[in-house]
């Protein structure tokens, strides 16, 4: 009896998939999210040998600037429904990626450790910088995109379709660092032990941060968004 239970239970799940993916606005985030892990890479694991190694920051210096990111976090939801609200969804994006495109520099300076012998302390120079990229971010990037998968997914199936969307937003900092991994051993060479071509990991993660714009088009406009919403409400009316 469990296990028939449990193949309805799939089924059914399956069925309610099936019926999700046929909903434009819903598969091209669905896409946009995938695609966009496919062409970012990520190298975060050095850059806590770096700052540990390299810069000598000690572990707690290391754990209160990962608080900091949760302030930063809540700073950023502050700015977005005060502000970034009513704006639409694919020029935030491109906003935050203009914004990366100007704060880029200033990570190049630290990591080449240009900064001390212009006399700016590491310290300031790398607070700024995570002030700048998680407030940019959580205002720009990751509030819209949970705001999207509210709004796009259908009637009656809200948690499954809720559920597909986060994964695949798991999923794709699984597939970045994957990818990461894959063009430092191709390509770079950096270890923990040898971190001198650290910058070059940097610079081609700023570089393939661009490339998702590419892809911007797949995101649903407030628009269609709106016009899906309506057509859910409709569709609820006429169920019950």
């Excluded at 799940?13 to 966009?36: C, D, G, H, T």
């Excluded at 959580?138 to 995109?145: M, S």
């Excluded at 986060?166 to 040898?194: C, Y």
């Amino acid at each position: 009896m469990q296990s028939g239970n449990f193949s309805q239970d799939v089924l059914e799940n399956l069925s309610e998939i099936k019926q999700a993916v046929r909903i434009p606005e819903f598969n091209r985030m669905l896409a946009y999210i995938l695609l966009s892990g496919l062409l970012v890479p990520t190298f975060d694991s050095f850059q806590y040998f770096f700052l540990l190694d390299v810069v000598g920051i000690s572990k707690f210096t290391f754990s209160m600037l990962t608080m900091l990111t949760f302030a930063c976090f809540l700073i950023g939801t502050q700015l977005y429904n005060k502000y970034f609200q009513d704006k639409e969804y694919r020029h935030l994006v491109m906003m935050e990626a203009i914004i990366s495109l100007l704060v880029a520099p200033l990570t190049l300076i630290f990591v080449l450790r240009l900064n001390l012998d212009w006399g700016i302390p590491d310290m300031a120079l790398l607070i700024f910088n995570d002030i700048i990229r998680d407030v940019v971010g959580q205002f720009c990037v990751w509030i819209p995109t949970y705001v999207i998968l509210g709004k796009i997914c259908p009637n009656h199936i809200e948690a499954t379709s809720y559920a597909i969307l986060s994964g695949a937003l798991s999923f794709r900092g699984s597939l970045r660092d994957w990818l990461g991994s894959i063009v430092n051993e191709q390509w770079v060479g950096v270890t923990e032990m040898d971190l001198s071509k650290y910058w070059v990991l940097v610079v081609i993660g700023w570089a393939c941060h661009f490339l998702p714009l590419f892809l911007v088009w797949l995101i649903p406009t407030r628009e269609s968004i709106a016009e899906l919403q309506q057509r859910i409400v409709e569709n609820k009316h006429r169920s019950s």
